[in-house]
Structure formats: structure tokens, C-alpha cells
């Protein structure tokens, strides 16, 4: 069992940056792989930025390249996402995610665990 608590969220100004944290319960941390996801109203949840579970592997949406990253401290149990030159298109609830895997997967329903989720918003 895995409990994930994200943390970071608020409102921002477009150009603006945020950094979540999901810190997760649990003595086993670094055997899961980890995943950002984000969900706006009336969409579907979508993967953000996911991270293997050395840590050494990266994986970003296409949409987010550049802009956001994901890292990890195992030695916290706390994976982070930085978000720079935020955009009103970025705006939705952010969830963490993981998976008891080497690579983290981009689809939702392959994650085990959940967060309950952050809100992110962006003004133009």
C-alpha cells in the first residue's frame, strides 16, 4: 500500500512557475515507478512527466517538453514536478501516480496508486 499526498498547487500568472511535491507513504518508494498526471474539466486525465525508478529515466507529453521536470528523492519518498513558463492551457487538477514498475507507464489505468490531487491554475 501506497499513500500519495501532492502538495504545490495555486494560481499563477501565464510565464509564471510552480514546483509540486507528492510525497508518498511507505519504505518501499524506490521500487516504484512514479507518474504526473493532469486532468482540466471536461477532459480526460492526461500524462504530464514520468520517472523511472532509479530515477535516471525521464519521459515528458510533448506539450510539457522543455517547460516542465521531473525528479525524485528516494531518500524523501518525494517526487517533484517543476512547471516554468506556465500557460492557461496548463491550467488543471495535477495527480501523482505509482506503479510497482521499472518504467513508468503513460496510461492512467496502469497505475495502482493514487493522490488526491492539486489544482493548478494559470491566468492570462
Known amino acids: 500500500q501506497v499513500l500519495l499526498v501532492e502538495s504545490g498547487g495555486g494560481l499563477v500568472q501565464a510565464g509564471g512557475s510552480l514546483r509540486l511535491s507528492c510525497a508518498a507513504s511507505?519504505?518501499?518508494?524506490?521500487?516504484?515507478?512514479m507518474g504526473w498526471f493532469r486532468q482540466a474539466p471536461g477532459k480526460e486525465r492526461e500524462f504530464v512527466a514520468g520517472i523511472s525508478r532509479s530515477g535516471r529515466s525521464t519521459y515528458y507529453a510533448d506539450s510539457v517538453k522543455g517547460r516542465f521536470t521531473i525528479s525524485r528523492d528516494n531518500a524523501k519518498n518525494t517526487v517533484y514536478l517543476q512547471m516554468i513558463s506556465l500557460k492557461p492551457e496548463d491550467t488543471a487538477a495535477y495527480y501523482c501516480?505509482?506503479?510497482?514498475?521499472?518504467?513508468?507507464?503513460?496510461?492512467?489505468?496502469?497505475?495502482?496508486?493514487w493522490g488526491q490531487g492539486t489544482q493548478v491554475t494559470v491566468s492570462s
Open positions: 501516480a505509482a506503479e510497482r514498475t521499472l518504467v513508468p507507464p503513460t496510461n492512467p489505468p496502469a497505475y495502482d496508486y
Open positions: 511507505g519504505r518501499t518508494f524506490s521500487s516504484y515507478a
